[in-house]
């Protein structure tokens, strides 16, 4: 059923790009590079699962992000287009995020890739076992691992 959903994803949005989509002067890298936070695509998931939130809302939600990484995160989503800012004039000052069409758009691939990790996660975290840490990133995996 993954394969199928991949297939009716790439039908719907995988028009031809010219042929060299990953090509490093191509659009369709700029969907890897705005994700390629650890947190981003949580977020966009959690906006799009449970609507407009404000950050101590999505601290709770989400778990194991600090406010610090949470602020760093929202700001690079809408600077990408992804999540909206709404500030409101009260006391005390509230502010909601919420999701933007192309946030909105994002939530059916980032549910293909969570389908995936389903699947192909214990492989990976074998693979990453037996081959052991990596110098370039620091140790550590999900929460919960």
């Not at 947190?39 to 999505?58: H, N, Q």
């Not at 909105?104 to 980032?110: M, N, Q, Y």
Request: hydrophobic letters at 40%; glycine letters at 12%.
């Amino acid at each position: 059923m993954v394969d199928g959903a991949v297939e009716e994803e790439e039908q719907d949005l995988g028009e031809d790009l010219g042929g060299g989509e990953y090509a490093a002067d191509c659009q369709a890298r700029v969907a890897f590079e705005v994700l390629s936070n650890r947190w981003d695509s949580v977020i966009v998931y959690i906006l799009g699962e449970s609507g407009p939130m404000r950050p101590r809302a999505l601290i709770t939600r989400i778990g194991g992000i600090s406010p610090k990484v949470l602020n760093e995160a929202l700001r690079r989503l809408e600077y990408n287009g992804l999540v909206v800012r709404q500030a409101y004039a009260e006391a005390p000052p509230r502010v909601d995020y919420s999701l933007t069409e192309a946030g909105t758009a994002l939530l059916g691939p980032i549910r293909t890739m969570g389908a995936w990790a389903g699947r192909y996660a214990e492989a990976v975290l074998a693979a990453q076992t037996r081959l052991g840490p990596r110098e370039d990133r620091p140790e550590g995996r999900c929460s919960g691992q």
